[in-house]
């Protein structure tokens, strides 16, 4: 079955502690992004990978990282996280670049205490 | 994204009813648009899109308008049904990477 994979789904972190949130798609897409949707604020880009080594920060791509080393996986960091960045966070992928069809993740719901 | 203007937050019409949900994209030079659509506890789906060479598309009981003159982007849905009860974004596009998501409307079917 096509689809974008987010883990974890819920998650539960202390201001400071590193975190990982993966996402990995199966298929065979070069374009890749990740959002955070807020009440009230819709869905913001944070970064977006158009190929494999290729990436480029959204709208909101203060606190976060991310890195394409392969195709099919596009991890987003947040090496220091803050109480601001608790939110809901989306995963998506599409054939090429943000003119396509993009298939999204279930997301993950991300709280910083 | 939606304009304070356009943006209705939450659009409420009863079942077997046509539903238009407006959208005002912000970009002139944007040159493709899309729907989703987004039930709760769910990702955006994507419904239907349309390039800024066109002015309608048709799907599958849903239709994208554009209006590039006044930067204005609308969803039709015919014969709504309690299983199109959802939030819908519109989003822009103008450069390849990057996509801009509307605030959304909430779309509520009443039986």
């Known amino acids: 079955e096509a689809q974008v994979t987010q883990n974890p789904r819920y998650l539960i972190t202390v201001t400071g502690k590193k975190l990982t949130v993966t996402c990995s798609q199966n298929?065979?897409?070069?374009?890749m992004s990740w959002y955070r949707q807020d009440p009230g604020l819709g869905l913001r880009q944070i970064y977006y990978?158009?190929?494999?080594?290729?990436?480029d920060k959204g709208d909101v791509p203060e606190g976060y990282k991310v890195s394409r080393k392969e195709k099919r996986n596009f991890p987003l960091i947040l090496e220091s996280p803050s109480p601001n960045q608790t939110s809901l966070y989306f995963c998506a992928s599409s054939l090429e670049g943000a003119h396509t069809e993009a298939f999204f993740g279930q997301g993950t719901r991300l709280t910083v205490v | 994204g939606e304009s304070v203007g356009l943006h209705l937050p939450t659009l409420s019409v009863q079942e077997g009813d046509n539903s238009i949900i407006n959208c005002a994209y912000s970009n002139s030079a944007s040159d493709y648009f899309i729907w989703y659509k987004q039930e709760s506890g769910k990702g955006p789906q994507f419904i239907i899109d349309i390039r800024s060479n066109m002015d309608k598309r048709q799907g599958q009981r849903v239709t994208v308008l554009l209006n590039k003159t006044v930067k204005h982007l609308s969803l039709q849905i015919a014969a709504t049904q309690p299983g199109d009860s959802a939030v819908y974004f519109c989003a822009e596009n103008w450069h390849t990477g990057k996509l801009i998501f509307g605030q959304g409307t909430t779309l509520q079917v009443k039986p």
């Open positions: 990978s158009m190929n494999v080594e290729v990436t």
């Open positions: 298929m065979n897409h070069e374009y």
